[in-house]
């Protein structure tokens, strides 16, 4: 009797933490109606200097909107996990920003609402980052600015070997094995595994004409064709399968690489190594007078569905204010990218020089998911799958599409 | 455990005495409702007390297991058998898809590769592992100055994240800066550099390579623990008849390091089997998807494709598999005890 008197208050105490942490954690969410006064925001810009560049933009939009903000930032890596996750258990933000390949995805859920509702003035953006964020005819969100990519240059290794910056592909194979020698590379680029690697891949597939709805076209192998001979021919190092962008940068800051296939988000990370003088072109095209083509980045901001009216068309307002043309240039003039709207191309290079040509390349961008809409990350796998498949040399750049395709 | 034996032991002995004064009972009052209700209603109510106290014991451990691994191994069944994509977040609706799932799993071009990643890792990483931690923990059984230095040394690999640790493999073995390449060509044993990672038929040999370094603490601690356990004695008699060096290890030391030896094996298979950051860090399941595993589909269906579904049924197919080799281990660990 005694004994099990004291078995069971030993098993009550061990019982105990478990039922009372179970009491604890789980806060609850705030439920706020008419009047608003706060903006829950949830972005992916969760490094420096893009971090506080962004707040200082939200902070001039909730100034001028009087309200207070609450933003959250998550890394790039879980930022669709973070919102699918906060999508269930009914928690989105106000404002949501959206890498634009992702906004339709999300919009086909019924997660956003269009900013026609809102009467928000979609007109005089570009038309390649409206066309990412509209979904089934509605457009579901802003981008101040965009970015693209382009080719950039060691202007000294390239004036130590006599060579100019590359227009055709011709001249990219040429300049690129004249400016191999040693543990130096001629031209670095990814082509990982991953949506980057496809990402890269599509200025030099679409300039040829070549487009993701026909992966198997004559136009896509020679594409691919190029990048497997630069590999191949040693211009560029085997390592590229394995190469995010901030690899390629890396490698072109320590001069192992002449040229490289990158973004203007590089610039301040290039600005921070003085030694290296750089410079950048658009990407190069086959033949001589066909136009360069490459894909929009960027991030969208959009407007949850959270069910609180006041609080949507305040986030709508919020969003508009974002890409207002002040914030616009304020953005891109810090962040190296470039103002979706049209109209601002000409001020911001006279203001920032060095996007010359990357402004000149987001004038004729497409966005990836212009066509495939929510398919398109169907199509991504498939590309870095045949990336990766000719570039290790498993098959040849026209087989590697089918084999890809095949899953 | 020893309580509960203590426990088990009243009980039985209320039986026992219960049932002698049963039999002392004439056989007509036996038979009569009244007084066997009598009879046992303090009996029942002893053990309803006794019952209580072992449910209470038993509670902890069930809520644990129930909340911590029933409810996810139930979950990732039934989402195995929806169609659980983005959408389920924001609407919440999951229609039932049956086992189209598993079936678009093995009909991927990815799984019979997968599978057979899946074994070659597995095995190569558990060989690897098991002979050079063998090998150190025998070693390490000499006494010698920095001994217990150098064994506690040995246990780094263990300490650093995986993230860390793949991250600076990745650049060691990197073709053109790694150190290894490098290392190997100044020793003149290589001419040209080995594409560790960059090859899809060097990747997994190198992702190999690396889980076996991380593995080799586990397998030396436990290993050097079951050597411990060997009697001296032994191989002093058997110095005495000859039986020394590869001889004392063949007739003493294996045969009673048995019982840890398959333990170590099986445990290892459960952890390999599953192993994702590693690759992940490593190659990512390339390059051209050579370094593809069970696991790492999973998590790209998953994370990836957002196709929960099916990453739930790659990840069941990996329980499942895990799962003989646990009930190995039960069976292995309960011989082990009972030797």
Not at chain 1, 118 to 134: M, P, Q
Not at chain 1, 147 to 161: F, P, S, V
Not at chain 1, 280 to 286: E, G, L, R
């Amino acid at each position: 009797m005694k004994k099990s008197h004291k078995i069971t208050t030993v098993t009550a105490l061990a019982i105990a933490p478990l039922v009372l942490s179970a009491c604890s954690g789980g806060g609850g969410g705030e439920k706020a109606g008419g009047d608003v006064n706060t903006l829950s925001i949830v972005d992916y810009y969760n490094n420096e200097p893009d971090k506080s560049l962004v707040q200082t933009a939200l902070d001039r939009c909730a100034a001028e909107l009087g309200v207070s903000i609450n933003r959250e930032t998550v890394p790039g890596k879980d930022h669709i996990q973070k919102v699918l996750q906060r999508a269930s258990s009914k928690t989105l933000p106000d404002v949501l920003m959206l890498d634009n390949p992702d906004v339709q995805e999300i919009a086909a859920t019924g997660g956003l609402s269009p900013l026609s509702q809102y009467n928000v003035d979609t007109s005089g953006f570009a038309e390649g980052i409206l066309e990412a964020a509209t979904y089934d005819g509605e457009v579901y969100g802003l981008a101040p600015t965009v970015n693209t990519l382009g080719i950039y240059y060691n202007k000294e290794l390239l004036e130590a070997a006599g060579v100019q910056p590359p227009k055709t592909w011709d001249e990219l194979k040429a300049a690129a094995a004249q400016l191999t020698s040693g543990d130096q590379y001629g031209i670095a680029f990814s082509g990982i595994a991953t949506y980057e690697g496809s990402w890269q891949f599509l200025p030099f597939m679409w300039s040829n004409g070549g487009d993701e709805t026909d992966l198997t076209s004559p136009e896509v192998a020679e594409a691919l064709a190029l990048w497997q001979e630069l590999v191949n021919s040693g211009s560029a190092s085997a390592s590229v399968i394995n190469w995010s962008q901030a690899d390629v940068k890396d490698q072109f800051v320590a001069g192992k690489a002449a040229m490289m296939v990158n973004g203007p988000w590089q610039i301040p990370a290039l600005q921070k190594v003085p030694e290296i003088k750089w410079d950048s072109v658009q990407i190069p095209v086959k033949e001589a007078g066909q136009e360069s083509v490459a894909p929009l980045g960027g991030e969208v901001w959009t407007v949850p569905v959270t069910g609180d009216d006041a609080k949507q068309a305040k986030a709508a307002e919020f969003v508009e204010c974002i890409s207002s043309d002040e914030n616009q240039l304020a953005l891109a003039e810090a962040r190296y990218t470039v103002p979706t709207r049209t109209a601002l191309a000409d001020e911001y290079v006279s203001r920032v020089p060095e996007m010359e040509s990357f402004t000149k390349q987001v004038a004729t961008a497409r966005s990836r998911t212009g066509k495939l809409g929510e398919d398109w990350p169907k199509a991504a796998t498939v590309i870095y799958d045949a990336i990766q498949l000719s570039l290790t040399g498993k098959a040849s750049p026209a087989d590697a599409f089918k084999q890809a395709a095949a899953g | 455990m020893n309580r509960t034996q203590d426990m088990q032991g009243t009980t039985a002995g209320g039986h026992v005495s219960l049932t002698r004064t049963g039999k002392s009972v004439p056989a007509a009052a036996r038979r009569g409702p009244a007084p066997e209700t009598n009879k046992l209603t303090p009996r029942a109510r002893k053990f309803s007390r006794e019952a209580v106290v072992r449910l209470l014991f038993v509670a902890p451990a069930a809520l644990y297991l129930l909340l911590f691994f029933g409810y996810p191994v139930v979950k990732n069944v039934t989402m195995s058998l929806q169609d659980y994509g983005t959408k389920t977040f924001f609407t919440g609706e999951a229609p039932w898809v049956g086992l189209a799932n598993y079936v678009a799993v093995v009909n991927s071009n990815l799984f019979g590769p997968a599978m057979v990643n899946t074994a070659l890792f597995t095995i190569g990483s558990i060989a690897g592992q098991f002979v050079i931690g063998l090998a150190l923990a025998c070693f390490f059984k000499r006494r010698f100055p920095l001994n217990n230095f150098l064994r506690s040394m040995l246990l780094l690999p263990w300490l650093l994240p995986l993230i860390v640790s793949s991250a600076t493999w990745r650049s060691i073995l990197d073709q053109d800066s790694g150190i290894l390449n490098q290392f190997l060509a100044g020793l003149g044993i290589i001419s040209q550099p080995i594409p560790w990672l960059t090859s899809p038929t060097v990747a997994l040999l190198a992702v190999v390579l690396v889980n076996i370094w991380v593995g080799i603490p586990f397998n030396v601690t436990i290993m050097y623990g079951g050597l411990q356990d060997i009697p001296d004695e032994l191989y002093e008699a058997a110095s005495l008849d000859g039986a020394t060096g590869w001889k004392a290890f063949r007739h003493i030391t294996w045969p009673n390091l048995q019982p840890v030896v398959s333990v170590v094996l099986v445990l290892g298979v459960v952890y390999t089997i599953k192993v994702l950051d590693i690759i992940l860090g490593l190659t990512n399941g390339g390059p051209a998807n050579a370094t593809q595993t069970l696991s790492i589909r999973s998590y790209q269906e998953s994370f990836i494709n957002f196709e929960f579904g099916v990453g739930a049924a790659f990840s069941n197919i990996l329980i499942l598999i895990s799962l003989v080799f646990a009930v190995i281990y039960l069976r292995a660990n309960r011989r082990a005890v009972d030797d």
